[in-house]
């Protein structure tokens, strides 16, 4: 099976997330697909890579912040922006987005559960740290 491509469908649900705003800062246009769980070198065969859960709509500074993580890995992960592959799913991953901590799904919408009150007290750690 060949590596795949992010489809139209799944950059629009994306997009259409986003509102076309970075979902970090929600500052400046989104200009980059981010993949919170990485495609490794010569992509990958996961069928979930390239889903809208592993998936953020960012600007270009926001996306150097989280793919550059000398010194500050642990805080892009604990807020979700990158998913360590095989410890858990992106799905499954609160994610801190500019409005808010949510999980987001493979429908290009977010949502609230218990997880997400267990992942505001991980991040706080960490910024205390």
């Known amino acids: 099976m060949k590596a795949q491509q992010i489809s ?41 890579i390239n889903q809208p859960s592993n998936l953020l709509d960012l600007c270009d500074p926001c996306h150097d912040e989280v793919t550059d993580t000398r010194g500050n890995r642990a805080f892009v992960e604990t807020c979700g922006w990158l998913v360590r592959r095989g410890e858990e799913q992106p799905a499954d991953v609160p994610v801190l987005l500019w409005h808010g901590l949510w999980l987001l799904d493979d429908l290009g919408d977010f949502r609230t559960d218990p997880r997400v009150a267990a992942a505001w007290a991980r991040i706080d750690a960490v910024r205390a740290a």
């Open 8 to 48: 139209r469908t799944v950059r629009d649900i994306v997009h259409t997330r986003s509102g076309g705003v970075c979902e970090k800062c929600g500052r400046r246009p989104a200009v980059e697909v981010h993949h919170r769980t990485g495609r490794q070198m010569g992509g990958s065969r996961e069928p979930w």
